[in-house]
Each structure stands twice: as structure tokens, then as C-alpha cells.
């Protein structure tokens, strides 16, 4: 009877355990208010939360190579080069030598690496919301370039030349004008179609 109790016992206690230390929920990632979605989840790993490098960076406009031989990483952005090694807690951002409390490492076959050196090497902004198991990234709005509005343009200006934030092609515009462009084009509104800027 009693090795029946004793194994009760133990029985009862696995399942408790076992419910106890179920899987955590996820963790979700938010770029600039957009939902990323990674076949590597990011995880907590000492007390620090790891996030997947390529998809992470990629999301943020970086183009990421890696070197299997030498296990090491290079992104870049614009004028910013990051360099990391696999099982390493140096870094390198544009040549200057910095220190990551938890070295990058793969996990299923993804590079993960904390979570504020993406805020440090990329220069977003990161925000670690705890209780809701939420990463917030966002890029500085006013280190975008800031076009020039056009108020009024002057009708004998021969050439408007537009420029857009993603390098797009213009494929429309519409060109509103109280004076006629010409005898043949009626002033209120003329509309050119795919227009091929440069």
C-alpha cells in the first residue's frame, strides 16, 4: 500500500511540475508598428531577450552576409557596417570595438542576438514591454530625409523633377493649374501617366 501512495504521490507531483513549467508564450516583434513574423522566435536566454539578427536587421533595411568558414557576420546599412562572430561578445560597428552582454549564437539554424544590440548598432529605438512579452523597434522619424513641398510651381518651369522616399517610379500626377500649359492643354487639370523619374 504504501509504494502505491508513494507513487500517487510522485505522479501527482510530475503533473503539477509539468503544467508548472509549461511553454512560455511567445514573443511578439513590432518593427515601425508592423507585426514581424520569424521561423526562429525570439527567446530568453539569461535574462536577456534574443532576437533573429537577419530577419531583424532585414526588417530594418540592413542587407546581412554571413561567412560559414569564419562564423562571422557582416550587415550593412547605408554607411554602417556591423561586424559579430558566432559564440563571441565583440562586436564591431563602423571599426569601433563594443562589448554585448550575451554573445550571438544559432539556435535552429538562426543567428539570435540581444535584443539592445539592435538599438546600439542600427540606431533604432527598443523597447522591451515585460509584462505583455513585446519588442517594440522603431526607426527615428527625423532621420528619414525630409522631401520638399511644392506650394506653387511657376508655369515657366520647364522640368518638375521628383524624388521619392523608397527610389519609386512615379505613375501619376496630377498637375493642377490655373493658366494653360499650352493652347492645346485645357488649364484646370492635366494628368500625366507613367512618368518615369530619375
Same mark, same amino acid.
Given at each position: 500500500?504504501?509504494?502505491?501512495? @508513494?507513487?500517487?504521490? *510522485?505522479?501527482?507531483?510530475?503533473?503539477?511540475? %509539468?503544467? %508548472?513549467?509549461?511553454?512560455?508564450?511567445?514573443?511578439?516583434?513590432?518593427?515601425?508598428?508592423? !507585426?514581424?513574423? #520569424?521561423?526562429?522566435?525570439?527567446?530568453?536566454?539569461?535574462?536577456?531577450?534574443?532576437?533573429?539578427?537577419?530577419?531583424?536587421?532585414?526588417?530594418?533595411?540592413?542587407?546581412?552576409?554571413?561567412?560559414?568558414?569564419?562564423?562571422?557576420?557582416?550587415?550593412?546599412?547605408?554607411?554602417? &557596417?556591423?561586424?559579430?562572430?558566432?559564440? %563571441?561578445?565583440? &562586436?564591431?560597428?563602423?571599426?569601433?570595438?563594443?562589448?554585448? !552582454?550575451?554573445?550571438?549564437?544559432?539556435?535552429?539554424?538562426?543567428?539570435?542576438?540581444?535584443?539592445?544590440?539592435?538599438?546600439?548598432?542600427?540606431?533604432?529605438?527598443?523597447?522591451?514591454?515585460?509584462?505583455?512579452?513585446?519588442?517594440?523597434?522603431?526607426?527615428?522619424? %527625423?532621420?528619414?530625409?525630409?522631401?520638399?513641398?511644392?506650394?506653387?510651381?511657376?508655369? !515657366? !518651369?520647364?522640368?518638375?523633377?521628383?524624388?521619392? &522616399? $523608397?527610389?519609386?517610379? @512615379?505613375? $501619376?500626377?496630377?498637375? #493642377?493649374?490655373?493658366?494653360?500649359?499650352?493652347?492645346?492643354?485645357?488649364?484646370? *487639370? &492635366?494628368?500625366?501617366?507613367?512618368?518615369?523619374?530619375?
Amino acid at each position: 500500500m504504501k509504494k502505491i501512495l @508513494v507513487f500517487a504521490v *510522485l505522479l501527482l507531483n510530475f503533473f503539477i511540475i %509539468s503544467n %508548472s513549467v509549461s511553454a512560455a508564450p511567445t514573443i511578439q516583434v513590432i518593427i515601425n508598428g508592423t !507585426d514581424q513574423s #520569424y521561423d526562429q522566435p525570439p527567446i530568453i536566454e539569461n535574462n536577456r531577450t534574443l532576437v533573429p539578427l537577419r530577419g531583424v536587421f532585414e526588417s530594418l533595411g540592413a542587407t546581412v552576409q554571413w561567412n560559414p568558414e569564419k562564423r562571422e557576420i557582416i550587415a550593412t546599412k547605408k554607411a554602417q &557596417t556591423i561586424w559579430l562572430k558566432i559564440g %563571441s561578445k565583440t &562586436t564591431k560597428v563602423n571599426g569601433a570595438v563594443n562589448e554585448i !552582454d550575451v554573445p550571438a549564437a544559432i539556435i535552429n539554424g538562426r543567428t539570435m542576438v540581444p535584443l539592445r544590440f539592435v538599438g546600439e548598432a542600427l540606431g533604432a529605438n527598443v523597447k522591451w514591454i515585460a509584462d505583455k512579452r513585446i519588442v517594440q523597434i522603431t526607426t527615428d522619424q %527625423s532621420q528619414q530625409e525630409v522631401l520638399p513641398q511644392f506650394k506653387q510651381l511657376q508655369s !515657366d !518651369d520647364p522640368v518638375v523633377t521628383m524624388k521619392t &522616399t $523608397k527610389g519609386g517610379t @512615379v505613375r $501619376k500626377m496630377r498637375i #493642377y493649374n490655373a493658366k494653360p500649359i499650352s493652347p492645346t492643354i485645357p488649364p484646370v *487639370l &492635366t494628368t500625366l501617366r507613367k512618368f518615369q523619374g530619375s
